[in-house]
């Protein structure tokens, strides 16, 4: 067993019980589920220990989710926040690794992969975060693979990824249309750090570079943008 904290989602809608140490949830998994749109059947590959999942459940009452993890602790862990939040009916978490799932025909499938490219960032010590936070042998292009291979025809693809590694996700994109790319802005006038990605299977509309969002006022609270998605959870169009 691992240790853990007791913390809430969406403005405290939601139970989230996570690692005490290691990698701990901040807004970008919130933010990936408000700009899901309203899925039938979603895939969250590297679901952690579920608030990604947890946010889409509590604001789409009618979608089906997929949580794919690798650790088994996170895994048990996201199990245990579904049934929590009373989502264990409509949502199931699959343990293994995201490059070897097999299912398919998903309408949606959502990525928080691990930002940091080895050959470029120096590894954490903590061995969890290691994990959550450096690509491994699943690179970010394996990443989209995974995530292509799981879609049905015509479906979405969506990556929250830092704003330095956008030129290697598009790059793992090509061949896809409809691509958004939506940039966080953590204040007015600075540069993106993280940007979403979505794409669509099958087609071949040009990209959009949307408007984006401003996470924070200049006094540093959330701008009342952001606080509608992260404590209301509304949801958050890309276009």
Same mark, same amino acid.
């Given at each position: 067993?691992?240790?853990?904290? @007791?913390?809430?989602?969406?403005?405290?809608?939601?139970?989230? =019980? @996570?690692?005490?140490?290691?990698?701990?949830?901040?807004? !970008?998994?919130?933010?990936?589920?408000?700009?899901? $749109?309203?899925?039938?059947?979603?895939?969250?590959?590297?679901?952690?220990?579920?608030?990604?999942?947890?946010?889409?459940?509590? +604001?789409?009452? =009618?979608?089906?989710?997929?949580?794919?993890?690798?650790?088994?602790?996170?895994?048990?862990?996201?199990? !245990?926040?579904?049934?929590?939040?009373?989502?264990?009916?409509?949502?199931?978490?699959?343990?293994? !690794?995201? %490059?070897?799932? $097999?299912?398919?025909?998903?309408?949606?499938?959502?990525?928080?992969?691990?930002?940091?490219?080895? /050959?470029?960032?120096?590894?954490?010590?903590? %061995?969890?975060? +290691?994990? #959550?936070?450096?690509?491994?042998?699943?690179?970010?292009?394996?990443?989209?693979? #995974?995530?292509?291979? #799981?879609?049905?025809?015509?479906?979405?693809?969506?990556?929250? @990824?830092?704003?330095?590694?956008?030129?290697?996700?598009? %790059?793992?994109?090509?061949?896809?249309?409809?691509?958004?790319?939506?940039?966080?802005?953590?204040?007015?006038?600075?540069?993106?750090?993280?940007?979403?990605?979505?794409? +669509?299977? $099958?087609?071949?509309?040009?990209?959009?570079? #949307?408007?984006?969002?401003?996470?924070?006022? %200049?006094?540093?609270?959330? /701008?009342?943008?952001?606080? /509608?998605?992260?404590?209301?959870?509304?949801?958050?169009?890309?276009?």
């Amino acid at each position: 067993m691992i240790e853990t904290t @007791q913390d809430k989602l969406l403005g405290g809608k939601l139970r989230f =019980t @996570q690692p005490a140490d290691g990698y701990r949830a901040a807004i !970008d998994p919130v933010l990936l589920a408000a700009a899901a $749109g309203r899925p039938v059947k979603a895939l969250d590959l590297g679901c952690g220990a579920g608030a990604a999942m947890l946010c889409l459940l509590a +604001r789409v009452e =009618t979608v089906h989710a997929v949580g794919v993890e690798i650790d088994p602790d996170l895994a048990d862990l996201a199990r !245990d926040n579904l049934a929590a939040n009373e989502f264990a009916a409509r949502a199931r978490i699959v343990e293994g !690794d995201a %490059a070897n799932f $097999g299912e398919t025909g998903f309408d949606l499938v959502m990525v928080n992969p691990p930002y940091l490219d080895p /050959s470029r960032a120096a590894p954490s010590p903590h %061995a969890r975060k +290691r994990k #959550a936070d450096m690509e491994g042998e699943l690179d970010l292009a394996g990443w989209v693979k #995974a995530a292509k291979r #799981a879609t049905a025809p015509k479906a979405h693809i969506l990556f929250v @990824q830092r704003a330095d590694r956008l030129a290697d996700l598009l %790059a793992a994109m090509k061949g896809m249309g409809e691509l958004v790319v939506f940039p966080l802005w953590p204040k007015a006038g600075e540069p993106a750090k993280r940007v979403l990605v979505r794409a +669509r299977m $099958g087609s071949k509309a040009p990209l959009i570079l #949307a408007r984006g969002l401003v996470l924070h006022g %200049a006094d540093g609270k959330f /701008s009342a943008a952001a606080d /509608s998605i992260l404590r209301d959870g509304d949801e958050l169009p890309l276009v």
